[in-house]
């Protein structure tokens, strides 16, 4: 079966950090893009960031290009989503998905979704 599970949401004040984790089982990670997306209350779902199989290539939104890091730890079956400097309006729901889609951020080429973890940022 496979499967993802996100961990490290939290409520965190403006300007502060947070690592998300998405971790993998009944399927090895590498093999797949993994794609990072969110989804705010009242707000469609949207593309954050992804990391491609094999090499690596990653892909953000403009929304977090600078603040938001992606990374790949095959030992551990998991990707991570390294937030930094996070603002308000980052507050949501965060899922990890996997797709066979290079580093398309498009939700609709995704599946395996995870059950999603809350980040909320406020002080």
């Known amino acids: 079966q496979l499967q993802l599970v996100e961990s490290g949401g939290g409520l965190v004040q403006p300007g502060g950090s947070l690592r998300l984790s998405c971790a993998a089982s009944g399927f090895t990670l590498d093999y797949w893009t993994i794609g990072w997306f969110r989804q705010a209350p009242g707000k469609e779902r949207e593309g954050v960031s992804c990391?491609?199989?094999?090499?690596?290539?990653?892909n953000y939104a403009d929304s977090v290009k600078g603040r938001f890091t992606i990374s790949r730890d095959n030992a551990k079956n998991t990707v991570y989503l390294q937030m930094n400097s996070l603002k308000p309006e980052d507050t949501a729901v965060y899922y990890c998905?996997?797709?066979?889609?290079?580093?398309?951020?498009?939700?609709?080429?995704?599946?395996?979704w995870g059950q999603g973890t809350q980040v909320t940022v406020s002080s």
């Open positions: 998905a996997a797709g066979r889609v290079a580093t398309m951020l498009d939700d609709a080429l995704y599946g395996n």
């Open positions: 990391i491609s199989s094999g090499s690596g290539s990653t």
